[in-house]
């Protein structure tokens, strides 16, 4: 197990350091102008110099802000729905044109419309980061709750269990493999909804930086504001796998026993 993980982490290492030197590589032979192509030494001193100037803080306190916010309302009411519709034929027949128009449309769409009815501000990024998270939730939630096996419902039905009972000692336990799934999808989308939240209309927050950054020539910054973004999907990612693993780990446990 330990020499497993050391070789996950020196693939990791080895992939930046070698993304590292084609960057580099790539500098050096085109000689394109910084305003272009910065390097990675260019990008590393902008780094540093709004990172001690705090401007790069809080822009990444607000966007985080807004993905967890999100990232919590949509994962929420898509749980909760797709519960219903998992229960419900008529539900899902009855919802499923309009879960459909949801994905047919884009959310660089549909985002200017909720700047324009909800405000510029923070709830209008909430919303959008919600919507992109909404979607993968819910069909992963319905996929779950209908995947328990027959045979477990009659057992619960045989020992007199109750709804809540079902719910909590049955459907969610057997559901929470493929509910998770839908979490690392939704962790890394609500990134990109608050980022395009904040394209559309705002005056802080990454992708205001962005904005900033590329009207200004600053293509460093534009560098150092979409590195900051991956570090934070990255991150939202393992959190979910930390949580899969702490949540699943009887699955481990009764796999290594057998």
């Known amino acids: 197990?330990?020499?497993?993980?050391?070789?996950?982490?020196?693939s990791v290492i080895l992939s930046l350091i070698a993304g590292l030197l084609i960057w580099?590589?790539?500098v050096e032979t085109t000689g394109l102008p910084a305003?272009?192509?910065?390097?990675?030494?260019?990008?590393?001193?902008?780094?540093?110099?709004v990172a001690i100037d705090g401007s790069?803080?809080?822009?990444?306190?607000?966007?985080?802000?807004?993905?967890?916010?999100?990232?919590?309302?949509?994962?929420?009411l898509a749980v909760l729905l797709g519960y219903v519709v998992a229960?419900?034929?008529?539900?899902e027949r009855f919802l499923s044109p309009y879960l459909v128009a949801s994905q047919a449309i884009p959310i660089v769409a549909l985002a200017p419309l909720l700047v324009l009815w909800f405000g510029p501000g923070m709830i209008s990024k909430v919303l959008i980061c919600s919507l992109v998270v909404f979607f993968p939730v819910l069909v992963n939630t319905v996929v779950g709750v209908r995947a328990v096996p027959e045979e477990l419902r009659d057992l619960m039905r045989t020992?007199?269990?109750?709804?809540?009972?079902?719910?909590?000692f049955l459907e969610l336990p057997a559901a929470l493999p493929i509910l998770l799934g839908g979490f690392r999808i939704g962790a890394t989308l609500a990134v990109i909804g608050a980022v395009v939240g904040e394209f559309v209309g705002s005056d802080k927050g990454l992708g205001f930086l962005v904005n900033i950054a590329r009207g200004q020539y600053d293509t460093a910054l534009v560098f150092v504001a979409i590195g900051t973004l991956i570090a934070m999907a990255l991150s939202l990612y393992g959190l979910v796998i930390l949580?899969?693993?702490?949540l699943l780990g009887w699955q481990t446990s009764s796999?290594?026993?057998q």
Do not use: D
């Open 1 to 10: 197990m330990i020499r497993q993980r050391l070789i996950n982490l020196w």
């Open 24 to 26: 580099v590589v790539a």
């Open 35 to 49: 305003f272009i192509l910065p390097s990675p030494q260019q990008v590393w001193s902008r780094l540093i110099e």
């Open 56 to 76: 790069l803080w809080r822009h990444i306190w607000v966007t985080a802000y807004e993905i967890v916010l999100g990232l919590a309302l949509g994962a929420g």
């Open 87 to 91: 229960k419900s034929r008529m539900m």
């Open 159 to 168: 020992l007199h269990a109750s709804r809540t009972q079902n719910i909590l």
């Open 243 to 246: 949580i899969e693993k702490r």
């Open 255 to 257: 796999g290594e026993r």
